[in-house]
């Protein structure tokens, strides 16, 4: 097995929902059915909640337990941001635009 860092990211960013997730979690502190809500209540709630276990695990999200039980972008999670943020940008600078019906859509935002 290749022990690559990049390898690595793949690994975690390349499940499914993961992104949706992390970008969901951008704007502030979100419940689980918040979250589940902002998959269009697509994906399953086991997946949903084995995925932000996941990534509470790799300090990407944070769980935070107040009246509710919330989920928020970690410190990790910031710097994250801004790489999908540099990629998106890449996409963009190549040609690789996303469908206008992905803007605004939750994932993605039109950026300035």
Do not use: P
Not at 84 to 109: P, S
Request: charged share 30%; hydrophobic share 40%.
């Amino acid at each position: 097995m290749v022990k690559c860092d990049l390898l690595k990211l793949h690994h975690i960013l390349g499940r499914k929902w993961t992104i949706i997730l992390i970008l969901g979690v951008q704007k502030g502190k979100m419940t689980f059915n918040q979250l589940w809500g902002h998959t269009n209540k697509q994906i399953n709630k086991a997946l949903l909640s084995a995925t932000l276990k996941e990534l509470e695990r790799l300090n990407i999200i944070t769980k935070l337990k107040e009246d509710k039980v919330y989920y928020t972008l970690a410190e990790n999670g910031g710097g994250l941001i801004s790489l999908l943020n540099n990629l998106k940008d890449w996409c963009k600078r190549n040609n690789l635009e996303v469908e206008e019906d992905c803007i605004g859509a939750g994932c993605m935002e039109r950026r300035k």
